[in-house]
């Protein structure tokens, strides 16, 4: 099994003037440790239950800009994107240049938004969730379209482009679509449609990803996709099983999940630390990890 950190929390010690030292050193521990996925929010405000929006919060695409040019071998995306935060056509050429300048490491994580607060808050556009999923599916057209041979226009509801070129294209022709969230009716239909991984999280434990990923098949089959091509992430595991105080009740938990097919676990750095809490990770416990 693999393992992705997701860098959720920049309010440490001194954040003030240690935050981007404290962040470049604990991805670069990753990156050279073996961890597989490097992700970082993609929110303008901190969510409210990291105590909000006057914590610190760095914009995403900068930082995983930022993040390929000091790493060599993690992959790198958003967890998620939200459609409503950049227009699809302008999010496609931006993936795509972190993808170019990286060579070839990032995925396209995208969902259809849920944070009202911040969107008010810098006068972005809100629009009720059934258009939000319409636009979602829109984005991901427009991305698919935006990476193959077809350069002319896109005419959807919500979306008109009147060329769709993207140049350079993505190192691998294409960009892996990650689609985050576990909506039964929409977004797991989306990823069965779409989606080259998904993104669920665990915090209701075994038996509910157990659900989600019954009805994951039940799309892909309705769609005629094989639901064993779609990489199955997982994160969202909650404290009861600390990977560095309960390593290891942490890997037995991983080797039920893995059983399902999950093949990939991101965890959040903890404490005041993250530079040693990931370099503990990945000297101790990433090792056994890998051999489930």
């Known amino acids: 099994m693999d393992l992705g950190i997701h860098y959720s929390q920049f ?51 900068t930082s995983l800009g930022y993040l390929a040019g000091i790493t060599e071998n993690v992959r790198l995306s958003m967890l998620v994107t939200g459609v409503t935060y950049r227009h699809p056509g302008l999010l496609a050429k931006i993936a795509t240049t972190l993808d170019v300048l990286s060579g070839g490491r990032a995925l396209f994580g995208v969902g259809a938004a849920w944070y009202e607060r911040e969107h008010a808050g810098l006068g972005v556009p809100f629009p009720p969730l059934k258009e939000r999923f319409e636009m979602l599916e829109e984005a991901i057209l427009i991305a698919r379209q935006m990476w193959s041979d077809d350069d002319g226009a896109f005419e959807g509801k919500h979306y008109r482009l009147a060329e769709t070129i993207c140049l350079p294209r993505p190192v691998r022709g294409r960009i892996p679509i990650l689609i985050g969230g576990g909506g039964e ?22 038996d509910a990803l157990v ?35 309960l390593t290891d009740a942490w890997l037995a938990e991983m080797e039920r999940y893995a059983g399902l097919g999950a093949t990939l676990v991101t965890v959040t750095p903890q404490g005041d630390d993250p530079v040693a809490w990931t370099t503990e990770m990945v000297e101790r416990v990433l090792p056994r990890l890998k051999q489930i």
Request: aromatic share 10%; hydrophobic share 40%.
């Open 185 to 206: 009716r929409k977004t797991l239909r989306l990823v069965a449609q779409y989606g080259d991984a998904c993104h669920l999280f665990v915090r209701e434990g075994y």
């Open 211 to 245: 659900h989600k990923l019954e009805v994951l098949r039940r799309h892909c089959d309705d769609v005629g996709r094989d639901y064993d091509s779609i990489e199955k992430t997982i994160g969202g595991i909650g404290a009861a099983a600390d990977p560095i105080a």
């Open 11 to 61: 309010t440490h010690p001194d954040w003030q003037h240690q935050l981007a030292a404290r962040f470049a050193e604990t991805v670069k521990v990753a990156d050279q440790g073996g961890v597989d996925l490097v992700t970082v929010m993609d929110h303008w405000f901190q969510m409210e239950v990291l105590n909000g929006p006057f914590e610190p919060m760095l914009e995403g695409y």
